[in-house]
T-cell receptor
Framework: SAVISQKPSRDICQRGTSLTIQCQVD?????MFWYRQQPGQSLTLIAT?????????ESGFVIDKFPISRPNLTFSTLTVSNMSPEDSSIYLC???????????FGPGTRLTVL | AQSVTQLGSHVSVSEGALVLLRCNYS??????LFWYVQYPNQGLQLLLK??????LVKGINGFEAEFKKSETSFHLTKPSAHMSDAAEYFC???????????FGAGTTVTVRA
């Protein structure tokens, strides 16, 4: 199974600023995903991070607000741009490895926007 | 498109009692189904998965789930609850090709001593 780490684990940011969240996997994986979990809510898929190409966004999420990079098979970043209090959520990275059908999740980044 | 519905946002059980969490799915393709657990202030941990093999799936921590195509259900059970089972439980579904997970709303389990 893949072990996933995220940085930062939490942050408090001012409205109008941007935050980049890093996701590191300890092995090469085929697919990486970013999810958002708003307070008291379930998880919603933001996008699939594609290695070497533009991410694939789900309905309601756009690249200008959530730019994503994936330069290689073990690393991805999610930026939350021009933040507002509505962006206060937990952001989770997940990965699917070559050998199984399951996704492994990182511990999440807890973001508070004031 | 795939989706899941979890019946009951909150379940309270006595220690030693049966835990039953309900999940119904909708999928236009053969689904992959998962149960995840989230402890307070932690990420998600996979409990078990169904990927078209055996319909009765055993997972970690004594949990199991049965895939019933006729009922489009994938309910999670544990015969005897332990205090450490108190957590949030999520049912999720994906297609067999894209692996994008759609999550249910979650069920919070509390265990009474």
């Amino acid at each position: 199974s893949a072990v996933i780490s995220q940085k930062p684990s939490r942050d408090i940011c001012q409205r109008g600023t941007s935050l980049t969240i890093q996701c590191q996997v300890d092995s090469q994986v085929t697919m990486m995903f970013w999810y958002r979990q708003q307070p008291g809510q379930s998880l919603t898929l933001i996008a699939t991070a594609n290695q070497g190409s533009e991410a694939t966004y789900e309905s309601g999420f756009v690249i200008d607000k959530f730019p994503i990079s994936r330069p290689n098979l073990t690393f991805s970043t999610l930026t939350v741009s021009n933040m507002s209090p509505e962006d206060s959520s937990i952001y989770l990275c997940s990965a699917k490895d070559f050998s199984s059908n399951e996704q492994f999740f990182g511990p999440g980044t807890r973001l508070t926007v004031l | 498109a795939q989706s899941v519905t979890q019946l009951g946002s909150h379940v309270s059980v006595s220690e030693g009692a049966l835990v039953l969490l309900r999940c119904n799915y909708s999928s236009s393709v053969p689904p992959y189904l998962f149960w995840y657990v989230q402890y307070p202030n932690q990420g998600l941990q996979l409990l078990l998965k169904y990927t078209s093999a055996a319909t009765l799936v055993k997972g970690i921590n004594g949990f199991e789930a049965e895939f019933k195509k006729s009922e489009t259900s994938f309910h999670l059970t544990k015969p005897s609850a332990h205090m450490s089972d108190a957590a949030e439980y999520f049912c999720a579904v994906s297609g067999s090709n894209d692996y994008k997970l759609s999550f249910g709303a979650g069920t919070t389990v509390t265990v009474r001593a």
